[in-house]
C-alpha cells in the first residue's frame, strides 16, 4: 500500500511557522580564521556564572515540536531533548533512546528507552510519555505529519519500550525522529495530552534537556537555569545535538537585541558575552577587537518564492522569466559584501552535509539572461500589472535581495511593488496570497528532505507549491536504503526544483555570531548551544 505524499496534504496550519532567520554556508576562508575560538581551553572547567546573550529575534513559541522556526529551535533544544538526535557529523544517534531493533521486514521498530532520565517536574521519562509524545508529532509537527503517513501503530511493550509498526518500508523514519527542525521533542503525557495541536505554554515548557526553562518576559528576555537532576549520557566524541550533554552555567539569559551595533558595543562593556546575527561587513572590524571572537557556521540559504496559487506566477513560463532575469551572482554580492559569507550553489543542501549533497540537476541554478526573460515574459500570462514583492523591514538582508531583485525585474519588463512589514506582521501577512506574489525569505539549514519547509505543498511557505512530481520524490526518498539510491533522489530533487521552479534560491549563507573570549570549549556546529561550554570569570 503506497501513501503518497502529493495527494493533496493540508499541513497550511504548520506552513507558515516553518519560516525562519539569517541562514547560510560555511566558508573555509573564514573558518580557518575562526578555529582558535573552538579550540579547547587550557583551563580547567568550572560550574557556575550567567552567560547574557544577545539574540535578534524573539520566537513566537518555545514549542520545538509546534515550528520550525531558528529562535524556537535555539532556545527550544536546550530545553527538550528527542528519543535520537544528529551528531556533528550530521548522523543519527540514540539520545533518550538506549537502544533499538528493526525487524527482518524494516516495518517494525523496537525502541529501548534509557531508565532514570528524569523530567524538569521530577517525575521519570515512561514509555507513556514517549507515546503521547509521538502522537502530538504525527500531528503537530511538519515532518511528523509525513512520517504519520507510514505509521499504523505505536505501543509500549513495558514502561522503557516503545514499539512502532508501519504500514510499509519507510527508511527516513530514524531520520525524521531526529530531525533539528520541528522535532520529536518528548515532554510528560499529560502535557502532550492537554496541548495537543496548539503551541505549548509557558508552564507546560517540561521537557528532560540539561536547563530548564524558568521564565520570560515577552519583549526583553527568555531565562533558562540549569537542571541539576539532568541524566547525561556517556558518549563524549558524538558532538552535535547527542552525546554527553553537561550544564556547566547557572543560568542563560536569551536578551532580545535588534541592533548590531548595541550587541558589539555590549560585547566590549561587558553586558553581554554573547551576540547572535551580525552583519558580515562587520567581520574585520570584530577580528580586530580584542577580546571577542568571531564564530561562523552553515545556516541554509536565501529564497525568493513565487505564489503559484494565482496569476502571474501559476504559469510555470512567468517563473521562468523570473529565474532568468535574476543576476544571483550580483544580488549576492550586493548584498553579503565579503565573498567569504556567500557560496552560489543551487543544491537543496550544503556542501558539507555530505550524504545529503547532490551536484547534480543544478543546470538552471545560474540561467541569468535577460533577454531570454525577456522572451519568456512576453509568452507568458502576465498582464502588466504590478507584482508585489513582500519582505520583513527587520532583517536588512531580505531588504537588500528585494530591492536589487525589484531593479532586476523591472529591466525585463515586470512592474513591481515593494512591501515590507516587520516581522509578526510579515508572518501573518505571509499566510494570505492576496498580500504578495514574491516573498523573500531565508531558510535555516534543513537535515532531510522531509524537512525541507519551503517544498511542504499546499501551504504558504512554499508559495502553495503542488506537485505529483515532488510527492513521488519524497516517496522514493522514504524507501532508498544505499548511498547511491539516496543519491540518484538528491538529484533528481534537484532537477525537480530547477524544472518547475518552486522557489528561487539566491545563495548559500554563512552565519555569523560573536562571542566573549571568557567563554570556553564553544562549539558552534549550526546554532547557538551552550550545554559543555563554560566561562572563565
Not at 30 to 37: F, R, Y
Not at 340 to 360: C, I, M, R
Not at 482 to 488: I, S, V
Amino acid at each position: 500500500m503506497n501513501f503518497k505524499k502529493h495527494n493533496k496534504i493540508s499541513l497550511a496550519i504548520f506552513g507558515i511557522f516553518l519560516m525562519i532567520g539569517l541562514i547560510g554556508c560555511s566558508s573555509e576562508d573564514v573558518s580557518k580564521k575562526d578555529n582558535t575560538a573552538n579550540e579547547q581551553s587550557p583551563g580547567e572547567s568550572t560550574k557556575g556564572g550567567t552567560l547574557h546573550i544577545a539574540y535578534a529575534s524573539e520566537p513566537d513559541t518555545i514549542d520545538w515540536m509546534y515550528t520550525s522556526a531558528t529562535p524556537t529551535r535555539d532556545i527550544g533544544w536546550h530545553i527538550f531533548e528527542s528519543l535520537f538526535a544528529l551528531d556533528n557529523d550530521y548522523k543519527t544517534r540514540p539520545m533518550l533512546a538506549d537502544s533499538y531493533e528493526i525487524s527482518d521486514d524494516r516495518t517494525v521498530y523496537t525502541i529501548n528507552l534509557r531508565e532514570g532520565v528524569k523530567f524538569h517536574d521530577g517525575s521519570e521519562m515512561l514509555s507513556d510519555d514517549v507515546l503521547a509524545s509521538i502522537e502530538r508529532w504525527r500531528k503537530a509537527s511538519s515532518v511528523g505529519t509525513i512520517a504519520n503517513r507510514y505509521i499504523d501503530s505505536v505501543t509500549a511493550n513495558d514502561d522503557y519500550t516503545v514499539e512502532i509498526k508501519l504500514k510499509e518500508v519507510y527508511e527516513a523514519l530514524l531520520s525524521d525522529m531526529s530531525a533539528p527542525k520541528s522535532a520529536l521533542m518528548i515532554i510528560p503525557s499529560e502535557i502532550a495530552e492537554d496541548a495537543g495541536e496548539q503551541p505549548l505554554k509557558p508552564e507546560q515548557l517540561i521537557g528532560t534537556g540539561p536547563y530548564k526553562f524558568e521564565k520570560w518576559d515577552r519583549g526583553k528576555e527568555i531565562n533558562l537555569t540549569r537542571f541539576e537532576e539532568y541524566s547525561a549520557r556517556e558518549e563524549t566524541d558524538w558532538g552535535g545535538l547527542s552525546g554527553k550533554k553537561v550544564a556547566y552555567l547557572d543560568e542563560i539569559k536569551f536578551q532580545i537585541v535588534k541592533d548590531p551595533q548595541v550587541m558589539i558595543n555590549g560585547l566590549k562593556t561587558g553586558i553581554y558575552d554573547y551576540a547572535q546575527a551580525i552583519p558580515p561587513d562587520l567581520y574585520d572590524v570584530i577580528e580586530s577587537t580584542p577580546n571577542i571572537d568571531p564564530i561562523t557556521y552553515i545556516n541554509g540559504y536565501s529564497t525568493i518564492t513565487p505564489d503559484k496559487s494565482k496569476a502571474p506566477f501559476d504559469d510555470l513560463k512567468a517563473r521562468q522569466a523570473l529565474n532568468h532575469a535574476l543576476d544571483k551572482e550580483a544580488i549576492a554580492e550586493a548584498t553579503y559584501g565579503n565573498k567569504e559569507f556567500y557560496k552560489l550553489d543551487g543544491a537543496l543542501f550544503d556542501p558539507d552535509q555530505k550524504e545529503l549533497y547532490s551536484e547534480d540537476g543544478l543546470d538552471q541554478y545560474l540561467a541569468y539572461d535577460k533577454e531570454e526573460a525577456k522572451r519568456l515574459l512576453s509568452e507568458s500570462d502576465y498582464d502588466g500589472k504590478p507584482i508585489k514583492i513582500m519582505y520583513s523591514n527587520n532583517n536588512e538582508n531580505y531588504k537588500k535581495i528585494s530591492q536589487i531583485a525589484k531593479q532586476q525585474l523591472e529591466e525585463v519588463g515586470f512592474a513591481v511593488e515593494l512591501v515590507s512589514y516587520e516581522w509578526a506582521t510579515y508572518l501573518e501577512k505571509w499566510n494570505d496570497p492576496a498580500n504578495w506574489d514574491l516573498v523573500v525569505i531565508g531558510w535555516s539549514t534543513r537535515f532531510s528532505p522531509s524537512e525541507l519547509g519551503m517544498l511542504v505543498q499546499d501551504t504558504a511557505s512554499s508559495g502553495w507549491y503542488n506537485s505529483e512530481r515532488w510527492g513521488d520524490l519524497l516517496d522514493d526518498w522514504g524507501i532508498a536504503e544505499t548511498g547511491e539510491q539516496k543519491q540518484e533522489v538528491l538529484a533528481e530533487m534537484n532537477q525537480t526544483v530547477n524544472d518547475e521552479l518552486p522557489f528561487i534560491k539566491v545563495a548559500n549563507e554563512t552565519s555569523f555570531d560573536i562571542k566573549s573570549d571568557k567563554i570556553k570549549d564553544y562549539d558552534s556546529w549550526v546554532g547557538q548551544r551552550f550545554w559543555n561550554t563554560w566561562m572563565d570569570e
